[in-house]
């Protein structure tokens, strides 16, 4: 055997190459550390700097190497409630907090690839979100793309993606992908409009969003749970936040209360209405004006409002969580529709691992199974071991094109790439049958004929696979792409690698 | 050896190829019949899952006693339908999956006061469906599928047609359908799918006119669909979304043979019985080495993914009417062909 290096075999090794540096996360090996997956919003850790992305190296002088190092450490450290200290040393810099609270940040190992896995493998939350009773165009799902990915950040929730997703009937959708926060959430946040109003004597006096609203209170001075106490439904805490008004809204707020009267009370002089909080059509809230209000043009107002629940600390969540929305809908504004989720996947992480480990013991023992046969038949031990390595070949460029372009790996996808390796074998089979088909004299002509047949074959299967792309809402798409680039590999770099190879063999 | 008996096989194939059809034409009629009858009763040609119909799925990673829930549960929660998950090595429970024609947050309360806690994300998994959205997937993924079928006939016959002006026609009526449907938007898609299979009808007799070997290609890839989708029926297997990429699979497999045993058989080179049997040890070592790789998937997939276990079944399947109908449909169909243009 002679295997020449010919320009084909050198294409397969580049692209190879490329592909492993493309796959492995070089960052993984070399650095020590822990990566800081997200960072809460709003937090001390945020506001002093640490950020989704940095590798955490020690924490107060103390080298960090795994994740347990971390946790161990910080939970021994916050046992009080007085505010402490904490140095944290990043790749990118120090870090000083001083808080009662361990650091609100979420670390993980740093992977050792860039392969990303898709919701069903990695868990999560995704939802199918359309306008309720109207159909929209792609330049109205295109604004409510952005409407809505402005309320989910708002809110604070990371490592979302909101897209715009356009199937064969030509309805326009839109998925939402969020690898942490739980379906409640999302429901929420998608499923109500978020209609903000403040009236007084069913007179609108400000709406949300950014005409009316300039700014919204949210930080520990501007926004808090102010007090809890027992009530008919167990116990009930209040929240109070501060909102600056535009100047606009600020002297129509003037003008209303100009006309109203004072009426004077045990507990002090309010004005004779008060300001309704409506949201999405519903009364939440009332609150009594004070007597110095009356036709100031004030920019300064406080909004507050309540939660409710069985026990004190329940009360206190559903306060908090309440006060946040209506928070978020102040600064977002409302959505432009009415919207329905018609389909919402929460994956729970739990079975995804041992998923991926048991997805790559099947796909070994049937690549070994699939080759003793190919050993069976030609009874050469070199044939079969180059299959072996030229379809392990394939699966390594396949992987090294989704991580270079940002692909997830779903279950559809891993679909795919079985339906890639599968034709590469048939495919190898045709070249090692034409190679020695003894009625063509010139093993160029084998060749050539062999390629014919290969073409013909990946012809077909891609123009069957591009309806896949745009059917169902693109949750097939993952099977169609993956597949395409996987043939699409196979027939221009690795068969005509494989047929040199076996030229060499033959020859 | 092989000299001595090519010549019997030759005798025993050329008197009986034809009479062989009749094997493949009984199962196609069979199948035919039997997705009618299936239809007649169902007012569906499979039966579908949640991902196609609307639903809720929710995997439970707790042991629960299947037969306790189903007892306790289907009179709440619609057409109740529970699967057990285990470990591929321990063989331990893991979970279950309940599935139901019941909405989203219905299904959630009743399983919550059923259970005695809050379901989250680290004990369960959620899925659900609107039956609008279910049932539109379902038109869009048989469009997908009737669309898959037109292209691929299309390329077959530029492989082995010749006449250009037929190759330009069959391109242009394949293209009509997809362009008014999806860029004009002026076909709904029920319009769609009767418009798109009649296109695919007028193709086919544009194929029986023009190119035989290209329609011998399409009837078998056809064959095998319409074969596993009776065994898949009979079986009761249920079809979701992801289960559809199965035949698009299937669709591609199953031309890669024909393709080869085409390209060999209008080559002229040695006797048609000779080319007839190197195209068969070819495509069935082909057939076999996916065969036994899928099978051997299958078990494996089986104990803890519902949804490649599916997809693998299906292929299972569809490979093993592949070998009847590449070796039997196929190969009649082109061997009297060419013995029919030679005598010509």
Same mark, same amino acid.
């Given at each position: 055997m002679k295997i020449k290096f010919t320009w084909r075999i050198w294409l397969l090794i580049i692209f190879l190459i490329f592909s492993v540096i493309s796959i492995v996360n070089f960052q993984g090996f070399f650095e020590n550390g822990i990566l800081i997956k997200s960072v809460e919003q709003n937090s001390t850790s945020f506001e002093q700097g640490l950020r989704t992305g940095q590798i955490l190296i020690s924490v107060d002088g103390k080298k960090v190497k795994t994740i347990e190092d971390y946790t161990n450490y910080i939970q021994g450290k916050f046992i009080s409630e007085e505010n402490v200290k904490t140095i944290i040393q990043t790749n990118q810099g120090e870090f000083i907090l001083y808080s009662n609270?361990?650091?609100?940040i979420i670390v993980s190992e740093i992977p050792k690839t860039n392969l990303k896995s898709g919701l069903d493998l990695a868990g999560g939350t995704r939802a199918l979100v359309q306008a309720k009773d109207i159909k929209l165009s792609a330049d109205e799902i295109g604004e409510l793309v952005d409407v809505l990915s402005n309320r989910l950040n708002v809110y604070g929730i990371e490592d979302v993606s909101v897209l715009p997703s356009l199937d064969l009937e030509g309805n326009n959708r839109i998925r939402v992908e969020i690898a942490g926060a739980t379906p409640n959430d999302l429901e929420k946040l998608i499923s109500e409009q978020g209609k903000f109003e403040a009236k007084i004597a069913n007179e609108t006096v400000f709406i949300g969003g950014e005409r009316d609203i300039a700014s919204v209170g949210r930080d520990a001075q501007n926004a808090r749970i102010e007090s809890c106490g027992a009530s008919s439904e167990g116990y009930s805490c209040r929240f109070s936040f501060s909102v600056t008004l535009s100047g606009e809204a600020a002297k129509k707020h003037a003008a209303i209360t100009d006309k109203l009267e004072v009426n004077s009370t045990s507990e002090g002089n309010y004005l004779s209405e008060k300001l309704d909080l409506y949201v999405d059509d519903k009364l939440v809230d009332s609150l009594l004006i004070g007597e110095s209000l009356k036709g100031q043009v004030t920019t300064q107002i406080s909004i507050s409002g309540s939660g409710s629940g069985e026990i004190e600390e329940d009360a206190y969540e559903t306060a908090k969580e309440s006060m946040h929305n209506l928070q978020t809908i102040l600064i977002t504004? =409302?959505?432009p529709y009415k919207l329905e989720i018609v389909k919402l996947d929460a994956i729970s992480p739990t079975l995804g691992k041992d998923f991926v480990k048991f997805i790559l013991i099947a796909g070994f023992i049937a690549l070994i199974s699939a080759s003793l046969i190919i050993l069976f038949r030609y009874r050469n031990f070199k044939s079969s071991l180059m299959v072996i390595l030229f379809s392990s070949s394939e699966i390594i460029i396949i992987l090294g094109v989704a991580c270079l372009i940002g692909w997830n790996l779903d279950m559809a996808s891993i679909a795919g790439i079985l339906a890639t390796i599968g034709t590469g074998f048939d495919d190898q089979i045709v070249i090692l049958d034409e190679s020695r088909n003894?009625?063509? =004299? =010139?093993l160029k002509q084998r060749f050539k004929r062999a390629f014919a047949i290969i073409m013909g074959a990946y012809l077909t299967a891609f123009v069957s696979l591009l309806p896949l792309i745009w059917a169902g809402a693109g949750l097939l798409r993952g099977f169609a792409i993956t597949t395409i680039i996987g043939i699409s590999v196979g027939v221009f770099i690795t068969r005509p690698a494989f047929s040199d190879v076996v030229k060499g063999i033959e020859s | 050896m092989q000299e001595q008996e090519t010549p019997q096989k030759k005798q025993w194939h050329d008197k009986y190829y034809k009479l062989l059809l009749l094997v493949p034409a009984f199962l196609l009629l069979f199948s035919l019949s039997y997705l009618f009858i299936f239809y007649s009763q169902n007012g569906d040609i499979m039966h579908r899952d949640i991902s196609l119909t609307g639903g809720t799925s929710i995997t439970l990673y707790d042991n629960l006693e299947k037969i306790q829930i189903e007892n306790d549960l289907s009179s709440k929660l619609m057409d109740l339908n529970i699967r057990e998950i285990y470990d591929l090595i321990t063989r331990e429970q893991k979970g279950i999956t309940i599935e139901t024609t019941s909405d989203g947050e219905e299904t959630t309360e009743i399983l919550e006061n059923y259970l005695g806690y809050k379901l989250t994300k680290e004990n369960s998994s959620f899925e659900y469906t609107s039956s609008s959205l279910g049932k539109s997937f379902f038109n869009q993924l048989l469009l997908a599928i009737i669309y898959a079928f037109t292209f691929m006939g299309i390329v077959v016959f530029f492989l082995f047609g010749k006449q250009k002006k037929i190759k330009v026609l069959i391109t242009l009526l394949g293209i009509i359908s997809p362009i008014l449907f999806f860029i004009f938007k002026v076909l709904t898609i029920q319009q769609a799918l009767i418009f798109s299979f009649l296109v695919l009808v007028v193709n086919l007799i544009i194929y029986l006119k023009y190119n035989v070997p290209s329609l011998a290609v399409i009837i078998s890839a056809f064959a095998d669909i319409l074969m596993t989708l009776a065994l898949v029926n009979i079986l009761g297997i249920e079809m979701s979304s992801v289960g559809i990429i199965a035949f698009v699979m299937l669709i591609g497999y199953s031309v890669d043979t024909d393709i080869l045993l085409t390209n060999r058989i209008l080559k002229k080179e040695g006797t048609l019985n000779e080319r007839i049997f190197s195209s068969f040890k070819t495509g069935m070592t082909m057939t076999l080495t996916s065969l036994v790789a899928f099978l051997i998937a299958l078990i494996i997939v089986s104990s803890f993914s519902a949804i490649l276990t599916k997809i693998f079944t299906i292929l299972v399947i569809g490979l093993g009417f592949d070998i009847l109908n590449t070796w039997i449909t196929n190969v009649s169909l082109l061997k009297w062909y060419v013995k029919s243009k030679n005598e010509n």
């Open positions: 609270k361990a650091p609100q504004g =409302s959505l003894r009625s063509i =004299s =010139s | -």
